[in-house]
């Protein structure tokens, strides 16, 4: 699902990433939201996982954090597995009752487009979404 939102209308920015210590081994996701000047931000350790599974537990909780359908959505990952997954038409050999879940939440939003980034590349936002994942390995207690 890719739609473009209008120009006229500011979109939520959203970056995630996920992170995996090991693959599989302790995982996190992070995620930023931006919205009209103010941010929020999301770490979470998830666990012993791998990183495409982090990857994409960080997309459903960013969608999963946004409460209006109606307003554009930016949503920023630098996981070619999960745009893949998610636009491009692949089929899930794993993880597929997720990739489900983030299918049917995506459906919710009127215009949603799923931007890929270039991971490590100076992409403030991404930047902070991989600081925000991999902090949440390393500060789990």
Do not use: C
Not at 26 to 34: E, S, T, Y
Request: proline fraction near 4%.
């Amino acid at each position: 699902m890719k739609s473009v939102p209008a120009q006229d209308e500011e979109p939520i920015l959203i970056y995630t990433d996920g992170a995996s210590s090991g693959n599989p081994g302790p995982a996190g996701i992070g995620v930023l939201l931006q919205y009209k000047g103010k941010t929020r931000e999301i770490s979470r350790y998830i666990g012993v996982s791998t990183n495409n599974i982090a990857e994409l537990t960080a997309i459903e909780t960013a969608l999963s954090a946004i409460r209006r359908t109606d307003i554009p959505i930016r949503l920023h990952t630098d996981s070619g597995y999960a745009l893949g997954l998610l636009t491009l038409g692949w089929k899930p050999k794993k993880n597929q009752e997720l990739v489900e879940r983030i299918k049917k939440q995506m459906t919710r939003f009127k215009r949603l487009e799923i931007i890929k980034v270039r991971g490590h590349s100076g992409v403030a936002g991404n930047e902070a979404a991989d600081k925000l994942a991999t902090s949440a390995i390393t500060d789990r207690t």
